[in-house]
């Protein structure tokens, strides 16, 4: 009975679970790419970019978002206008200042004419200089994607959101290097116990073989 009631606790969750996801996939979607990026001690000082991209979007006019980051790991330089309006049409594409600490208010794009984009594409490719090793995680607030109306007054287009991440390493081996040598330990440890299992075996065995031919010499 218990077994029963565990199994079809799993099976709901696993069709809540695809549900989900086929929702998620089916909307549109704007997001930093790279998701996850890593780079080694010596990328510290070196300039890294990232692109704000949408995905699966129907006429978009105008879009705005703010820009978070960790500043003790990152130092924001620039920014430049992605293709993706402009293909249609002449734009006005703004960013406000970064107030420091990690921010930028306000990065915005929007098509001087009543035309539309569709499809997937970069928004926009953000510059940082890399300062030290760490983590920071690159998160996009305030997201706002529009629709041209005729009216001036535009329609929101519902989407999601998926940030970034960097991780700067604090030596050249990092979490690789650290798993390569936990699978080659590992490896000799069960090569190690294999040969001193079979080492046994083969002793008992042959104290088996001894005790059989001394037993032997001794019956008449």
């Known amino acids: 009975m218990k077994t029963n009631i565990i199994l079809a606790i799993g099976f709901a969750s696993v069709i809540c679970l695809s549900f989900i996801v086929s929702a998620r996939c089916d909307g549109t979607v704007i997001s930093i790419s790279p998701s996850s990026s890593t780079l080694p001690k010596s990328g510290v000082g070196t300039d890294f970019q990232v692109n704000i991209t949408v995905s699966d979007v ?33 734009t006005l594409f703004l960013n406000a200042p970064s107030q420091g600490g990690g921010y930028l208010p306000e990065l915005s794009d929007t098509l001087l004419e009543n035309v539309s984009a569709s499809g997937d594409g970069t928004l926009a490719t953000v510059t940082f200089k890399v300062l030290a090793s760490g983590q920071s995680d690159i998160a996009l607030n305030e997201t706002e994607l529009l629709q041209p109306s005729a009216e001036y007054s535009q329609l929101p287009i519902a989407h999601t959101v998926d940030n970034g991440q960097l991780t700067v390493l604090g030596s050249e081996g990092g ?15 069960i090569i190690s116990a294999v040969i001193l299992i079979r080492k046994r075996f083969k002793s008992k065995r042959q104290h088996r073989r001894h005790d059989i031919t001394y037993r032997g010499s001794d019956n008449p």
Do not use: R, Y
């Open 58 to 90: 129907t006429n978009l006019w105008s879009w705005k978002v703010s820009l978070d980051w960790n500043p003790n790991v990152l130092n924001f330089t620039n920014v430049k206008e992605g293709p993706f309006l402009q293909t249609e049409g002449e």
């Open 175 to 189: 979490p690789a290097f650290l798993t390569w040598m936990a699978l080659i330990v590992a490896i000799a440890v």
